[in-house]
């Protein structure tokens, strides 16, 4: 694995260690899914960006990035429909 791979994947190890501290430190659900929906698009963008580096433009750097633009527009839809759900059970302090 060369240093172009390793340094992306590192990055998205300290993008989940960063989402994972935040989500301890959020004092309400509201505000853990800005967490979660910043792992969704940081790892997403870094593992892209190490299959690109590994690949070039190839046929299976293309697939992950067909992958991530998935994940994270699903993710982004799932975050608005878990955000507006709890905020109408449990209203603003949530």
Known sequence: MTALVALP???AVAA???AALALLRQPRAL????A???LNVAAGLFVTAAGFAADGVSVRSLKILFLMAL???SG???S????????MREGRSA
């Open 9 to 11: 994947l590192a990055l």
């Open 16 to 18: 989940t260690w960063l």
């Open 31 to 34: 505000d853990r899914l800005h």
């Open 36 to 38: 979660v929906s910043f």
């Open 71 to 73: 994940l994270v527009g």
């Open 76 to 78: 982004a839809v799932l």
């Open 80 to 87: 608005h429909a878990a955000g507006r759900a709890l905020l």
